[in-house]
Each structure stands twice: as structure tokens, then as C-alpha cells.
């Protein structure tokens, strides 16, 4: 089965906001890992934590691409 997201993130979410969201699922599924390591719910936790990573990653190197081409420019 495939696991699907937790939530949706809507709009253009900072990378800080993602963060956030990022470091409340980490503690979940730290939770979650102690109480039942076997949990399918870990997994699905696990990758959507990792969805979210990458998220966030796409949005640093958005920013760090588009302000290096902005002093480039100059």
C-alpha cells in the first residue's frame, strides 16, 4: 500500500512553516516508534516525513537559485 500525506500543504508554505510541520512529525512518529515499532502507521508517518523533506529542500534551493541569480544580475 501506498502511503499517502498527513496533510496537504496549501498555498506557497514557507520553508520555516514546513519546518515546523516537519519537526511535529518527527515527534509523532518518535512517539509512535516507542509505543508500537511495528505500526503500519510508522511507515506511512515516516514517509510523509520525508515527502515533507523534500519539500522544504525544493524550496531552500528555489530561494538560494533565485538570490544567486539576483547578485549574478548585478
Known amino acids: ?3 499517502q500525506r498527513v496533510w496537504k ?3 506557497a ?3 520555516g512553516q514546513l519546518q515546523s510541520r ?3 512529525l518527527n515527534k509523532r512518529l518518535g512517539h509512535l516508534e516507542n ?3 511495528d505500526s503500519w502507521k510508522v511507515e506511512e508517518l515516516k514517509s ?5 523533506s523534500r519539500e522544504i529542500d525544493d524550496i531552500r534551493c528555489a530561494e538560494a537559485t533565485a538570490a544567486l541569480s539576483e547578485l549574478l544580475r548585478k
Do not use: E
Request: net charge negative.
Open 35 to 37: 509505543q508500537h515499532p
Open 13 to 15: 508554505a514557507s520553508a
Open 48 to 52: 510523509s516525513a520525508l515527502s515533507l
Open 1 to 3: 500500500m501506498r502511503a
Open 9 to 11: 500543504v496549501n498555498g
Open 22 to 24: 516537519l519537526d511535529d
